[in-house]
């Protein structure tokens, strides 16, 4: 029964001092406070995630775990009480100075965790205002050596070296840095409105090369247009030139080949009963033909003396076409004595 009522008692006093007493590191919501920690009641009960640090006689004796701890009245005393959860920390803004001379405001938040409740309680007073200050001396280091340009496109390079930077120190606190992130950052005005001015002038720059490459592109493909119009119209006179003389080589082979149809047949004409006849009436007809045409192309005209007897013009053309028709079967003869004499020569040569 003594035991029982000394647990109600000391449960009942420990959720009067919690209620009244806030822990040493809390979120910015909560704030905190220095205030009186939990009493010795013999039987305490601490929450999850919770260490309390407890002292014997001024010196450090043990951390009590979660859970039921039992202490020495008078002798123990808890001493420091230490949040293992995920801290938030608003690390206010501050101004920093850019690799360029830039003066820059800038604030951030800090989350970090407890990871050795003894270091964070005696190695450092107050491990909340040293993180921070260590967070703000980091971040206007890690500034100084970005120009302003890379601040803005490096921030999660920024961050992680401020992360490594914050727990190169913080070690020896027990603390752990988990991560940084820089929320706002403000420039002075005139520098935003050169910014601004830099940012329309690259706009504008990027708008003339594109209008640019597509003045050029457009004189490129009238170029080629034109190139290949004259290709094709080259291409295109030169089949119509080949084509006009296919064709008149055509005609040509036509009006020979008629010619020679009508010379052959003229000729088989002549050597028919009365073709002679038939000639002088052809040339007689020709020569009618012929003075009728005389004095409608030209003022000058030569005449023969006798233009008025037919029959002697006829009469003379025949005599022309008969001493033709006796001289080819001579000269058809003699060439076909020379070829037999040479045919001769060529016998007895190879004889020999």
């Not at 029964?1 to 647990?7: D, I």
């Not at 003229?266 to 020709?286: I, K, P, R």
Request: some cysteine.
């Amino acid at each position: 029964m003594m035991l029982r009522t000394l647990c109600r008692a000391g449960g009942a006093l420990l959720q009067q001092t919690q209620r009244t007493a806030p822990r040493l590191w809390v979120t910015p919501a909560q704030q905190r406070w220095a205030s009186s920690l939990p009493m010795n009641t013999v039987i305490l009960f601490v929450p999850q995630q919770e260490a309390w640090v407890v002292e014997r006689m001024g010196r450090f004796h043990r951390i009590l775990e979660p859970g039921l701890n039992f202490l020495i009245p008078l002798l123990d005393r808890i001493r420091y009480v230490q949040s293992l959860k995920e801290i938030v920390i608003d690390v206010p803004e501050q101004s920093a100075v850019s690799l360029d001379n830039v003066t820059l405001q800038i604030d951030g938040v800090l989350y970090l965790r407890i990871l050795d409740p003894f270091k964070a309680s005696y190695g450092v007073e107050d491990p909340e205002y040293a993180v921070t200050q260590l967070a703000q001396t980091t971040m206007r280091s890690e500034l100084g050596k970005l120009t302003l340009d890379k601040v803005f496109r490096e921030r999660e390079s920024l961050n992680s070296n401020i992360v490594h930077s914050i727990n190169q120190a913080s070690d020896e606190w027990g603390i752990r840095c988990l991560r940084y992130e820089i929320k706002d950052i403000h420039v002075p005005p005139r520098v935003k409105e050169s910014m601004q001015m830099q940012v329309e002038a690259e706009r504008k720059k990027r708008a003339t090369v594109l209008e640019s490459e597509g003045t050029r592109e457009a004189a490129i493909n009238v170029a080629e247009g034109r190139k290949q119009a004259q290709i094709l119209a080259s291409e295109g006179e030169k089949a119509e030139q080949i084509n006009q003389a296919a064709g008149e080589a055509q005609a040509i082979w036509a009006k020979a080949e008629a010619k020679a149809k009508a010379i052959r047949l003229l000729s088989e004409a002549l050597t028919e009963q009365n073709g002679n006849a038939a000639a002088s009436l052809s040339v007689a007809e020709q020569y009618v033909s012929a003075f009728s045409n005389l004095a409608k192309e030209s003022n000058t005209i030569l005449l023969p003396s006798n233009t008025g007897d037919i029959s002697g013009m006829v009469t003379q053309a025949m005599t022309i076409y008969s001493t033709l028709a006796k001289t080819s079967p001579a000269v058809a003869k003699t060439e076909a004595l020379e070829e037999k004499s040479e045919e001769l020569q060529n016998q007895s040569e190879s004889t020999q």
